[in-house]
């Protein structure tokens, strides 16, 4: 079965600073999606980057960029120029080609300091 | 655009009591899923759903029922709550899953914050 694990329960960083996110995933699978979701105090889940596994070149959004590392099954989220706005907690996700099912991890609580 | 639309936002039911979480979608996604989100634990999936006809369990199933007769619509059923069904309850919906490679990705409803007592 896939597994996400995310190691940082909680970060705080001040605002404009750069953070990186952690994510490792465990899976058989050779083709799949991975993704960060951002969930604000509202509760309202919002996709913030997507990758797909058969592609090499990282996925940027903006100020958000992810280090994805299929061997080592690691895809980190960096959000550079942090905002206030970017407070919120950050989930890491995963669904196979194969099999319909998101799996998430259990997320990681980001504070941006002023 | 509604989008995911789930309904009630918030309820209080007793132990033992029954009751049906709504969902809908105006997409026209075919793939439906249903979470619970308890504090500190991520997102665990209930029951999903690729079409209408077809329902399959995910990691936490029991004490919950599903039905999926139309494409818009994937409701959750408690039949006998219990406190340990206390949680965040999040519908989702998603075009074609993960056979489309296009980018596919997951929209969800506002939540439904459930308390059993």
């Known amino acids: 079965a896939q597994t996400v694990t995310q190691s940082q329960p909680e970060m705080s960083v001040q605002e404009a600073e750069t953070v990186t996110l952690s994510c490792t995933y465990d899976?058989?699978?050779?083709?799949?999606?991975l993704f960060w979701y951002k969930q604000p105090p509202s509760r309202q889940m919002i996709l913030v980057i997507r990758?797909?596994?058969?592609?090499?070149q990282n996925a940027t959004e903006n100020r958000f960029s992810v280090n994805f590392q299929k061997a080592a099954k690691s895809f980190s989220l960096k959000i550079s120029d942090s905002q206030l706005g970017d407070t919120a907690m950050y989930f890491c996700?995963?669904?196979?080609?194969?099999?319909?099912?998101?799996?998430f991890g259990k997320g990681t609580r980001l504070h941006i300091l002023p | 655009n509604a989008g995911v639309t789930q309904t009630p936002k918030f309820r209080i039911l007793k132990i033992g009591q029954s009751m049906t979480l709504q969902c809908t979608q105006d997409?026209?996604?075919?793939?439906m899923y249903w979470y619970r989100q308890d504090p500190g634990m991520g997102l665990k999936l209930i029951y999903y759903?690729?079409?209408?006809?077809?329902?399959d369990k995910g990691e936490v199933p029991n004490g919950y029922n599903v039905s999926r007769s139309t494409t818009e619509d994937f409701p959750l059923r408690l039949e006998l709550a219990a406190p340990s069904q206390t949680s965040v309850y999040f519908c989702?919906?998603?075009?074609?899953?993960?056979?489309?490679?296009?980018?596919?990705?997951?929209?969800f409803g506002q939540g439904t914050r459930l308390t059993v007592v």
């Open positions: 759903s690729v079409g209408a006809g077809i329902t």
């Open positions: 996700a995963f669904m196979s080609y194969r099999d319909d099912k998101i799996i």
């Open positions: 997409m026209n996604h075919n793939y």
């Open positions: 899976t058989s699978e050779s083709n799949y999606y």
């Open positions: 989702a919906s998603s075009y074609s899953g993960a056979l489309a490679r296009d980018g596919t990705e997951a929209f």
């Open positions: 990758q797909e596994a058969y592609k090499q």
